[in-house]
């Protein structure tokens, strides 16, 4: 015979009765909710139904509902998950509310339900929380029929319930199966039409509350695609038409925002990448290949500004989206497109000055297009040993030998770029780099503010490659100094003769021929003999010197990186 324990009796018997009384206390309420709910439907089927008959159902629903929010049983967490067997959670989520009386009430229940699930383990559960979100979720879905009161509600009922899911991803699993296995809904599937109603309520939110409601839930929405199978398989069968709108909507805006600077729109722009990096890869690339594609669309449209591309390089690195990044700048259209803002002084200079930034701060994502497959090499041959010498020479005669700058330089360099220091191999053939390098054969010819852009740039690659082993580079800084140093002279005549006004107009009329090398037959670049401009020389002479003394200092940073026994110092060897 087994013998129970007196308190162990005790605690059974009490668990029995609160169990009756809950369900005592829960049973009273099926009979309202049904009734106001076949008085509801009534509502379409007769619309002049007697309005007193609604009040009546309706008063009877809230009392039942006040009466149980005053006892104990949705405050207990024992009680919740008895509360959760039985059938009045479910009975009570299939209700839309008319009234805002019934819509707190009910919202109060279904809070309390979420806020169970969100702190205790629910697996046992979970299809019933699944079916009391879904149900609930379906209530709101029909947007223009929300009161103003139910906007914000509604939206973060969306927010919590992506927390739910992120924690039980289960609940997407069941949601799916369960609309895929309805017959009716195999006839809304073969008709493109949303069956999850999250993603419905989503969507309403983007088309009509955009300027009030942020789009966190879409992009929080999206990214479960990373973690639910069937939500990945789901979305990447349905239609892309609510991101395509997006999209249209940054690349197109409408009448009223197109004189309006295109940061405007920044808050599309940021949901539009963020959901692209945060989509599965199989689902980001449907999303990607969309955006690009209304991006060619845009640029060869009347009116298109290139701020457009330069605020989504902007954007997209502000935001970290590296993804995105890798997929523009391995799109061979973009390649192109690029090359060819290059060549145009109007936006060169702020291209220049963006890809700066990603080289500096994305370095991975850029890499494809300026670097080449070989292994990265950190060794200094005897040969780059002789040539940075020979630029060390060059570097000091073009500071008149005062050490103190090209030592400041060294140490503000150190301080800022020294987490920076890379040594990938340059592709000199590549087009980007071909551009940028007939672009410094150009120096003289350039405006100072193109030649500020591009000390930024060759910066980064300064620092991010290995720059001796570019004999083309190389060249390039050696015809620089030439260039430098013949300038020079010419504003040294100017600065003598100032004051001369016989001499100083025989200077500024005379056409001064740039230096020749060979490389500029290589990149097809000829001279013409030319006037200085002697405003704007000083500028471009500090800018010259700036850029060849960064030059060396990256590569005697990089050989002493290669020297881990020796520490970094700002002594000019």
Known sequence: MTFIKLEELSARSRLNYDTYVIKHQLDKLIKPIEEYKHNVSRLFEIPNLCIKERKRVTDELISKLRELRTTEICT???SIWQVLQHRFPIQ??????????????????IRTFMVYANTNDCREVIPIVATILSNHLNTLTIHNQLAPYQLPYTNRLVSDVLKICETNIDIIAIWLSESTSSSINEEIRRHSVNFLPIQQIIENFLMHELKTFKTANWENFVRLSRRSRQLNEYLCSQPISVFDTMTN???????????????????????????IEGASPELGLRYFATFFNTFKKSSKAPGYNDDTMLFILQTSLSLGATTTLSKLFGNFFFQLYLN????ES??????????????????????KLLSTKDANDMQFSGHNSTVLDNIRIKVM??????????SERFTELILEYSASLECYKLDVQGALISQVVQLLLQYFQNTPSLDASLNK??????????????ATFVEVIHYLIISYEVY???????ELYQYDPVELSRILSQHVTPPSCKILAHYGIGFEAQCINYVTLPTQLDLCQQLITDFYISCKLKKKKTQPCQRFHNRIE
């Open 397 to 406: 005669d073009i500071h008149n030998g005062q050490v103190e700058s090209v």
């Open 249 to 275: 909507l940054y690349f197109f805006p409408p009448q009223e925002d197109q004189l309006l600077h295109i940061s405007v729109h920044e808050p599309v722009l940021s949901a539009v990448i963020k959901v």
């Open 76 to 78: 207990n967490t024992r």
């Open 457 to 470: 740039f060759s910066l980064m690659l300064f620092l991010k490659f290995n720059m001796l082993s570019s």
């Open 92 to 109: 009570l989520s299939t209700v839309v509310c008319n009234d805002r009386q019934l819509f707190e009430l009910t919202t109060y229940f």
């Open 488 to 494: 020079q002279l010419h504003l040294r005549m100017y």
């Open 340 to 343: 060819d803002k290059l060549q």
């Open 346 to 367: 109007r936006v060169s200079e702020k291209f220049l000055c963006i890809l700066a930034d990603i080289l500096h701060r994305q370095d991975t994502s850029i890499l």
